[in-house]
């Protein structure tokens, strides 16, 4: 067949012409159904990969109920527009979820971050992955009731109720525990001003993990030091750094709850005539893994995409296909300690570093 033929679509008639059957003949060979001997059936599929026919995906899905595609949704932001990519996070997330999908047979839809409420049911998934669904998630519940499974986090499906634990799983972190842990090597490191910069935003994530830096303040005396970013983004990371450099009693330790650049961080601290750790110790969440390159290697706090990725899908995957499996999975946060946060007889003598222009 020339390359102008393929242009044209084949149809199901144009095998049976070709194969020398009926039209039935060559469904029930392709599809895998019907009794036929396996050498016509091995005739049939011969004659359709030569033509380059393709099945038609609408009716497939009409026969089988099926569309064999995922749904990943980002929920973190929701009243600004921003792509997956943007964020180290959400960009290793949704490439794990989609090796992991298609290891399974699946293909994976990224789901608007943002958009007119129910616009996600406009799109037909046999189940879906929500990460840090908003508070009350209206994605989660609409799915849900849709009868379509979800694989989120404890809290979203709690908030829904009952339905979500025939239809729902989970994949969840104990945030809280893992910022503890953060501030406690922090304080053990010598910082007694600590700050934290976190998103405005009703994640579980981001609610989980600032009250438990406000509760540690607390049990200490010490009072909170928290700048919130408006959305997503590196630069309103680096804005919230420079607010807090600037104030008339600096911290000397500084946590990120949200993704960031590590280079430009540091560059942007250094602009301050701070030095790392020298006099400002600084422990990232994040993905990027520039961060173990830099000068000082920054210390990191990991919520492993690609983990729960693979959890998230083969919990969505033995859902559909009608296996038992666990209802959810409790992963813990991976804590790496480098020389940005290193104890004072760990640390590297101090560089001289001259102030430049905050800016």
Known sequence: MSQSDRSVRVRLVDVARVAGVSKTTVSDALNGTGRLP???????RQVARTLGYRPNATARLLR???TRLLGLAAREYVETPWVYADLAYFSQLAIATTRVALSHGYGV???????????????????VFVVDPVEADPMVGDFLAAGVPVVSDRRALAEIGSAARETGRWVDFD?????RQVLDHLEDAGAERIAVVAAEATA?????????????CAERGREPRIVYMPGPGVQHTLDAVKDLLAAPVPPDAIFTLVEVSPPLLLDTIRRFGRSVPGDLLLVCTTEDPAASYTDPPISTLSFLPVETAQVAVELLVDRLEGREGDPGRLLSADFQIRASSAFPDQRPPRPAVSPLTPG
């Open 204 to 216: 579980c994530f981001h609610q989980q993990s600032v009250g438990a830096y406000q509760d540690w």
């Open 175 to 179: 945030y809280g525990g893992a910022v």
């Open 38 to 44: 396996a050498s016509t059936r091995e005739h049939v």
């Open 64 to 66: 089988s109920g099926h």
């Open 109 to 127: 839809v990224l789901l608007p971050t943002s958009g007119p409420e129910d616009c996600w049911l406009d799109i037909p998934l046999d189940g």
